[in-house]
């Protein structure tokens, strides 16, 4: 396992803007400059609000997701089921989402693989919290400048169909 001695400390990160999640990261000792677990590890804990979403975004590192606590699912008013979830893929639509997406669902416990380089948004259907604890490569690539994290925004107008 991962041990967190007394040179770490855990850096909150307040939502940036509504609809981000909070986290917060596990950066090694602040002479690194990297705010990253080891020289190689970067790790945090994410809490998806009820009832929101993470847009989509994209970063060069692997990450392997652990789902520390996801409610379980819910039933909608129209009788769909609500859960917690990430969709990933290669590209995004022209509505800004993940196109095509591969449907992760979170359960408390259970892990899951971003690949390098996917689109990825998270989702929280359910009326409670939900966490996720990601471990990425991410030290490294951090270190060469070559993380290269996009976040997808929403057409401001409707695409012109072809």
């Known amino acids: 396992g991962i041990l967190l001695g007394n040179t770490v400390t855990a850096a909150r990160r307040p939502?940036?803007?509504?609809?981000?999640?909070?986290?917060?990261?596990?950066?090694?000792?602040p002479?690194?400059?990297?705010?990253?677990?080891?020289?190689?590890l970067w790790s945090l804990l994410n809490m998806l609000p009820p009832k929101d979403d993470q847009m989509p975004h994209r970063h060069n590192s692997v990450a392997l997701d652990l789902c520390v606590f996801a409610p379980p699912e819910?039933?909608?008013?129209?009788?769909?089921?609500?859960?917690?979830?990430t969709n990933m893929g290669p590209e995004l639509g022209e509505d800004g989402m993940v196109k095509?997406?591969?449907?992760?669902?979170?359960?408390?416990?259970?892990?899951?693989i971003t690949p390098p380089g996917w689109w990825h948004s998270h989702h929280n259907e359910t009326g409670e919290p939900a966490w996720v604890l990601p471990i990425q490569d991410a030290g490294l690539y951090t270190?060469?400048?070559?993380?290269?994290?996009?976040?997808?925004?929403?057409?401001?107008?409707?695409?012109v169909k072809k």
Request: hydrophobic residues 25%; charged residues 25%.
């Open 143 to 159: 270190y060469q400048r070559t993380l290269d994290i996009r976040f997808s925004q929403r057409p401001t107008t409707t695409p």
């Open 100 to 112: 095509d997406p591969i449907r992760a669902d979170w359960k408390s416990g259970s892990a899951f």
């Open 15 to 29: 939502p940036a803007s509504p609809g981000d999640e909070a986290s917060t990261v596990f950066p090694e000792a």
């Open 74 to 85: 819910e039933e909608g008013e129209d009788g769909k089921k609500l859960g917690v979830y």
């Open 31 to 40: 002479a690194s400059g990297t705010l990253t677990l080891t020289p190689t």
